[in-house]
């Protein structure tokens, strides 16, 4: 299965609602992770399974999706969300998407 | 806390050996697969094994298949990735990862392997 993800450059403000998008080849039947990689850092664990949100992690972010379609939403951006996010399936094989890069505008 | 520091990263030569090592603390290391992925500079992630519980059962994309191998020693909570024959394609930050079901739930900061002559 590939990833898509886009856009792969996001420029936003803080406090802006932000919405990354993750397309898979094929069906991905929910079992879709999102991380999070802060630069020169280990990549850390924001959601699993489609929706359900890592412990410890902020309730600003949120996952969705179904299919081949999946969203991670950022409701109101922080600083320390700079980062560049990846998408992962591990429905069928393991791919991680090329990743979206989160900027402060 | 779970931690997990891997070591033994560095320059090699094609068609070398490496040794990779990952000590884990604050979690029963025995209860969990743990996975080794890795990351080429300024590219995305790669899985590159997994390894079960007792360490009977192994898996690899075929990128790295017949070439790379993964162990474990669970008294030792430690975990290792020896790779021979070494391209160029394998240079990358390698990082050490406790996997939860399918996906990677804790990853350690990573060691890089630079492969050139």
């Known amino acids: 299965i590939q990833l898509t993800q886009s856009p792969s450059l996001l420029s936003a403000s803080v406090g802006d609602r932000v919405t990354l998008s993750c397309k898979g080849s094929?069906?991905?039947?929910?079992?879709l992770a999102w991380y999070q990689q802060k630069l020169g850092e280990a990549p850390k664990l924001l959601i699993y399974?489609?929706?359900s949100l890592q412990t410890g992690i902020p309730s600003r972010f949120s996952g969705s999706g179904s299919g081949t379609d999946y969203t991670l939403t950022i409701s109101s951006l922080q600083p320390e969300d700079v980062a560049t996010y990846f998408c992962?399936?591990?429905?069928?094989?393991?791919?991680f998407g090329a990743g979206t890069k989160l900027e402060l505008k | 806390e779970v931690q997990l520091v891997e070591s033994g990263g560095g320059l090699v030569q094609p068609g070398r050996s490496l040794k990779l090592s990952c000590a884990a603390s604050g979690f029963t290391f025995s209860n969990y697969y743990m996975a080794w992925v890795r990351q080429a500079p300024k590219k995305g992630l790669e899985w590159v094994a997994t390894?079960?519980?007792?360490?009977?059962?192994?898996y690899y994309p075929d990128s790295v298949k017949g070439r790379f191998t993964i162990s474990r020693d669970n008294a030792k909570s430690s975990l290792y990735l020896q790779m021979n024959s070494l391209k160029s394609e394998d240079t990358a930050t390698y990082y050490c990862a406790r996997q939860r079901g399918r996906y990677f739930d804790f990853w350690g900061p990573g060691t890089m392997v630079t492969v050139s002559s």
């Open positions: 399974n489609t929706n």
């Open positions: 992962y399936q591990y429905n069928n094989g393991d791919t």
């Open positions: 094929q069906n991905i039947n929910n079992y």
């Open positions: 390894i079960s519980t007792s360490g009977s059962r192994t």
